[in-house]
């Protein structure tokens, strides 16, 4: 069994920053790749950044030159720096892991960006 915890998310005028942070609990052993996905309502949930086992890593283009997803090993943590903010970056974003057999998301953290 597998537990994503968020944090980080909030209010934050345009142009700001902010940084989530996704950690994972229990046998990551065999795990694929972990990435973020936001969702708005009325909406399908849509991916953002990931982040494979090798490290290689993808983002959609809206927030390309804008975000960076990282991790750190050690903490089973991954990290989704988010500058450069804007409106329609408001959405709950969502941690998830990709094993071979499942996957597993975390509860979701509001991020609004807002003046």
């Given at each position: 069994?597998?537990?994503l ?27 694929n790749?972990m ?29 390309k030159?804008r ?7 050690a ?20 941690c ?11 509860q ?8």
């Amino acid at each position: 069994q597998v537990q994503l915890v968020e944090s980080g998310g909030g209010l934050v005028q345009p142009g700001g920053s902010l940084r989530l942070s996704c950690a994972a609990s229990g046998s990551i052993f065999s795990l694929n790749f972990m990435g973020w996905f936001r969702q708005t309502p009325g909406n399908q949930r849509e991916l953002v950044a990931v982040i494979t086992k090798r490290g290689t890593t993808n983002y959609v283009d809206s927030v390309k030159g804008r975000f960076t997803i990282s991790r750190d090993n050690a903490k089973n943590t991954v990290y989704l720096q988010m500058n450069s903010l804007k409106p329609e970056d408001t959405a709950v974003y969502y941690c998830k892991a990709q094993f071979p057999a499942r996957a597993y998301w975390g509860q979701g953290t509001q991020v609004t960006v807002s003046s």
